[in-house]
């Protein structure tokens, strides 16, 4: 069984940065997607930004040039580092790890992280 545990978020002033750090535990999968999703009162999860074991990433626009995410397939954890943060970036962050097996999909979630982007 995999379990995400994610670390990091907290309460930032707009335009300061924040990392969160994502640990997939358990997995044996060698070729995956790892991701943060986001999702903000009364709206939607979003996808924010996902990298796999390829280094093959995808950011939403409202990230780009604010948002780094990387990947340390060693040691299966999955960085987003976030610069220039502004108050539309306060969400509870999710962290994801998704991959094809056996004809299926495998898909795991993390509890969640709140950022809090506030003067």
């Known amino acids: 069984q995999v379990e995400l545990v994610e670390s990091g978020g907290g309460l930032v002033q707009p335009g300061g940065s924040l990392r969160l750090s994502c640990v997939a535990l358990?997995?044996?999968?060698?070729?995956?997607?790892m991701g943060w999703y986001r999702q903000a009162p009364g709206k939607q999860r979003e996808l924010v930004a996902t990298?796999?074991?390829?280094?093959?990433?995808a950011y939403t626009n409202s990230v780009k040039g604010r948002f780094t995410i990387s990947i340390d397939n060693a040691k299966n954890t999955v960085n987003l580092q976030m610069d220039s943060l502004k108050p539309e970036d306060t969400a509870v962050y999710y962290c994801?790890?998704?991959?094809?097996?056996?004809?299926?999909?495998?898909?795991?979630w993390g509890q969640g992280t709140q950022v809090t982007v506030s003067s």
């Open positions: 994801n790890l998704w991959t094809l097996m056996y004809s299926r999909k495998w898909d795991y």
């Open positions: 358990g997995t044996t999968f060698t070729t995956y997607t």
């Open positions: 990298i796999s074991t390829g280094h093959s990433t």
